[in-house]
């Protein structure tokens, strides 16, 4: 799992001015014709983007809330907050009494629409900027208000732009070309099969808007957003053109120009026309007016309303994953091969960490932050190191009970040998993408937390082991991590898994493993998926325990229908903590499956040790997979 936002200061940001000047905004002419009654403020990005830059944060800049979900809404009198369980008591101590918290998920919370009609008066006019807003989102919202005699309007200026006056600068960082050895795939195959696919459903135009297919498709990577290696950029796809958007100064670098091969195209179809990132709209709308009776544009239904809206209906044809999302997600052998020596990297990085902790934490000097920075210390050291995929998420105690808490100074706890500690964090090396998390306790855990500690154990394995058909899409196997939980009467509010990019996104589409979404497309062989269940008692402690996993081809003893069917592999190889188990709760296949797991962690980190000469930590990393016996 990934936390998603920096500087996550735990005291509320005042907003009472914020709001008064944004209440002034709804009412000036200037921004739109007439005065607008309520205004709606997403989370996301221009590209629909979960994580994103510092000056696409007006969510956060208007309410304080820095979580990666969530919704803001503001009326002449009130002003509320939706989102998930992940977030019920980060938003809580983030935002100051001008706003209300709505707990998307749990009985009695309005949805986003209903409160709106509840508290509006007849006929009035709701705004929302539509390069925010996904498509999906505006055809419900419109709709719903309609129904109750309003109107959702699209407010072409952002309001919130408006009253922040230091709003920083759209980053444009140097882009980075992926070479076959590492992509496995040519940018140029994968053009061709993205038109294969488009002449099968007889679609002339593809218009891509999200970054991670964007970076994918063209074996580019960049740094504008933090712990993301994503740029920003549009792209059209035609049967014979290409074009690219993106600021037109990163395009000097002779390597990129090679890459995309800028100055000496291959073939005519595959010629490369380069237009500013600005001019995505006017060059969209110029397709457009030139379509003939028949022509089809592909385009995602998460995409932003304002290019949805260039797209005239009868040629429009939306979809809810694009053949990018797709293909991506189904990693190739090399990216696989990748993504599995990230794995054994980022292994020798949180073993040398554990093994530190253990000394150091009797001196009483490592607290949340320090052994945060210890870890990023030592991913660091490995080769072909890039940045974190998240921000660290390491918690003592009650402080593991926010999902996704990150340390800051007034909250920073001191770790010791009396309290459970979770560490969940992540790295992107340029050969793949990582995302672990472990709980444990340096001293003597208490019998309680060793029960919930293994109820959360049986739960992983449970998936882990699954073996399950071909076709089967991955909210049907979120119960399997929480049956162990309920049975006890335990549970916790988040999914079990996401898809992970390699060298992208630590949280990507369109696969996943949560009772959250039955929208998710069928696990298949070569899908990257998180394993991640957790049980968290505010106030006292959180555990959870994340591996990622690779979806694999199983060999059961029959083969129902021909189907064939389908289980995981284990790429995070850390150790789980012994002591932290009851192990008379263990099954014989449980103990089974722990004690192969940590002989693969002894026999593939361990060589990885050894060969860097890191004796003292491969003797710990011996005793720490010991079989249970």
């Not at 060999?555 to 192990?583: A, H, I, W």
Request: hydrophobic share 35%; proline share 5%.
């Amino acid at each position: 799992m990934a936390s998603k936002k920096s500087d996550q200061t735990m005291s509320p940001k005042l907003t009472g001015e914020l709001l008064r000047q944004l209440r002034q905004a709804m009412k000036n002419c200037k921004y739109f014709s007439e005065p607008l009654q309520a205004y709606i403020i997403p989370s996301g990005d221009a590209h629909q983007s979960e994580y994103i830059a510092k000056c696409d944060c007006r969510r956060e800049f208007i309410c304080g809330f820095n979580g990666s979900s969530g919704t803001a809404i503001v009326t002449e009198r009130h002003a509320a907050l939706w989102t998930d369980g992940r977030y019920y008591l980060q938003a809580s101590q983030q935002m100051d009494n001008n706003w209300t918290l709505m707990k998307t998920g749990l009985k009695g919370t309005p949805s986003q629409e209903d409160w709106l009609i509840s508290i509006l008066p007849d006929n009035s006019k709701v705004g929302v900027d539509p390069w925010i807003i996904a498509a999906d989102q505006w055809k419900n919202m419109s709709k719903a208000l309609t129904n109750a005699g309003h109107t959702l309007v699209a407010v072409q200026n952002n309001l919130i732009d408006a009253v922040w006056t230091d709003r920083p600068e759209r980053p444009s960082t140097q882009l980075r070309p992926l070479g076959l050895d590492y992509a496995g795939v040519s940018w140029q195959d994968k053009i061709t099969a993205l038109r294969a696919k488009m002449r099968e459903r007889k679609i002339t135009w593809f218009v891509a808007t999200a970054l991670d297919e964007i970076a994918w498709l063209f074996n580019l990577r960049g740094a504008d957003i933090e712990y993301n290696p994503v740029f920003f950029v549009y792209s059209i796809v035609g049967i014979n053109t290409i074009r690219l958007f993106v600021d037109v100064k990163r395009l000097s670098d002779p390597a990129l120009r090679d890459h995309l091969q800028l100055d000496s195209p291959s073939k005519p179809e595959l010629s490369v026309q380069t237009f500013p990132y600005e001019s995505i709209y006017t060059e969209l709308q110029g397709i457009c007016a030139a379509l003939g009776p028949k022509d089809k544009v592909w385009i995602c239904d998460k995409a932003s309303c304002a290019l949805t809206q260039v797209i005239p209906k009868a040629h429009r044809s939306p979809i809810a994953y694009t053949p990018l999302c797709l293909a991506k997600a189904v990693k190739n052998t090399t990216e696989i091969r990748g993504m599995k020596i990230a794995h054994i990297k980022d292994a020798v990085a949180l073993c040398e960490l554990f093994a530190w902790l253990e000394k150091e934490i009797p001196k009483g000097t490592v607290t949340e932050i320090s052994a945060a920075d210890k870890a990023e210390e030592l991913r660091s050291q490995q080769k072909h190191y890039v940045s974190l995929s998240f921000p660290t998420i390491s918690s003592v105690g009650p402080n593991g009970a926010i999902i996704h808490y990150r340390p800051l100074p007034e909250t920073n706890r001191t770790l010791t040998t009396n309290e459970l500690y979770l560490i969940d964090s992540g790295a992107q090396y340029i050969d793949g993408t990582t995302d672990v998390t472990r709980t444990v306790h340096f001293g003597t855990p208490s019998s309680y937390e060793k029960e919930c500690f293994t109820y959360v154990l049986k739960g992983q394995i449970a998936v882990s082991a699954a073996v399950f058909p071909s076709g089967t899409k991955g909210h049907l196997l979120d119960s399997f991590a929480r049956a162990a939980l309920w049975e006890s009467g335990l549970d916790y509010l988040h999914g079990t898994g996401h898809g992970v990019g390699c060298f992208l996104h630590v949280h990507e589409g369109p696969c996943g493993i949560s009772y959250k979404t039955f929208a998710d497309e069928p696990l298949e062989a070569g899908m990257i998926v998180s394993d991640e269940p957790g049980y968290y008692e505010d106030g006292s402690f959180g555990i959870r325990l994340e591996n990622v996993v690779l979806v694999v081809p199983a060999k059961p003893k029959y083969n129902y229908r021909n189907r064939g069917s389908l289980t995981f592999e284990p790429l995070t190889l850390v150790p789980m903590q012994v002591k932290m188990m009851n192990t008379d709760l263990l099954t014989k296949k449980e103990l089974d499956w722990v004690n192969e797991y940590h002989k693969k962690c002894r026999e593939v980190v361990g060589a990885e040790l050894e060969r860097q000469g890191k004796k003292d930590v491969l003797e710990w990393l011996i005793r720490e997979t010991q079989p249970i016996v």
